[in-house]
């Protein structure tokens, strides 16, 4: 399933928001292990009757249990209306080099100005409108908390966070500060994780951050080195093609102080942010592993969300090397047959499992079900094949 990516064509005057301007300098980050994968991830989010339109963002760990993005990740522009189901994938580099995990959110804290200006836009205009009001952009800011059912830890705990620092303690009206972004850019292959340095300027109007950015970009965290840490000082926001800028929804004091309240669970709904619950729903993603020193190929049979059941064939798994990321289910039953290339071992269940055809032929699957006791795991679900 190709994921698309949300994409905003912004028309309107910029008073006193972030802006991006283009430049060219990311790099890719290539390995999990890598600093710079510590404390961000991929965010995906989609509605249940939109199943074939999930959209990618950027988001960032911002304490032991919240992560920071951007509204409009949470909330459907379109509609106003938050998205059906939102997943948090920490330290994601690559389809290939894949998540460690995965996060389901059920909370978040959208801040209530973006909220009370996308419902006045829509209104004002036509329903699904591209133009975003000064105070959509400003206020681009949600928080999201992620917890795992099945470790029972908060992301932050796992992988740490960033610090969050107002924009006036590194900005005034004549300096120059590094800043660096950390995202998932739409025109890269998807779900690649980038790394840029840039530089931020503040004006009397505007703050001006000369990176190159892209739909998917949306969220990514806008950090500056501290005393001691990395700290965040703002989110990104959208993207201005009439003015070929990005847009940056800064944290200022008062965002600051509404931020450590929701740490603290003193937060005021409907005063800075708005509490939202979000009925994502917990699914598997299945794999087999290839323990056998010969080379493999895999037929994994699963029911899609959409209920509908399918056999997806993966050819030439190498030792150590899993499957190819197949759809997602929420069924604890699935079903695989694998055998070598050379057809010397085959794995399977003449037995008690099902016959179904894969590489060309009716072949005995095995039938597996995750256990009662395991709940819908923070991760993939995958069993392992090993030669004699």
């Known amino acids: 399933m190709k994921v698309g990516l949300l994409l905003f064509l912004l028309a309107y005057s910029i008073t006193s928001n972030a802006v991006v301007l283009q430049g060219d300098s990311r790099q890719q980050v290539l390995s999990p292990t890598d600093p710079k994968a510590e404390k961000v991830g991929l965010l995906v989010v ?15 760990n911002i304490s032991s249990k919240y992560i920071i993005t951007a509204a409009h990740c949470v909330i459907d522009p379109k509609t106003a209306k938050q998205y059906d189901n939102i997943v948090y994938y920490p330290k994601h580099v690559s389809q290939l080099t894949r998540s460690p995990s995965r996060v389901f959110i059920k909370k978040a804290y959208v801040h209530s100005d973006y909220l009370e200006a996308n419902k006045k836009q ?69 779900g690649t994780l980038w790394y840029e340095a840039c530089l931020m300027k503040k004006d009397s109007d505007f703050t001006i951050v000369s990176c190159d950015t892209d739909p998917g970009t949306s969220g990514a965290a806008v950090t500056v080195m501290g005393e001691k840490d990395w700290q965040i000082i703002g989110v990104y926001s959208a993207s201005d093609t009439i003015r070929i800028t990005n847009n940056v929804a800064l944290i200022t004091p008062k ?28 699914f598997y993603n299945f794999y087999i592993e290839n323990k056998c020193y010969k080379d493999i190929k895999v037929a994994l049979r699963l029911q899609k969300t959409d209920n509908s059941w399918e056999t997806y064939e993966s050819y030439q798994i190498r030792l150590n090397q899993r499957t190819l990321p197949a759809p997602d289910s929420n069924n604890t039953i699935y079903y695989y047959y694998a055998t070598t290339h050379d057809g010397t071992q085959w794995w399977g269940d003449k037995e008690n499992g099902i016959t179904k055809y894969a590489f060309g032929e009716e072949r005995p699957f095995y039938r597996k079900v995750v256990p009662k006791n395991r709940p819908i795991r923070w991760g993939d679900y995958y069993r392992q094949v090993s030669c004699d």
């Open 46 to 60: 989609w509605n249940n009757d939109e199943l074939s339109k999930k959209s990618g963002c950027s988001a960032a």
């Open 122 to 190: 829509i209104s004002d205009s036509n329903a699904g409108s591209n133009a975003y009001t000064t105070s959509m952009v400003e206020n681009n800011i949600a928080i999201l908390e992620a917890f795992s059912d099945y470790s029972q830890k908060h992301v932050g705990t796992m992988y740490g966070w960033f610090d969050i620092a107002a924009v006036d303690d590194y900005l005034n009206n004549s300096n120059i500060v590094d800043v660096f972004l950390r995202s998932y850019p739409g025109e890269k292959d998807y």
């Open 255 to 282: 965002i600051r102080l509404a931020l450590k309240a929701i740490f603290n669970g003193t937060n005021e709904n409907g005063s800075v942010f708005t509490k939202l619950n979000i009925s994502t729903e917990p």
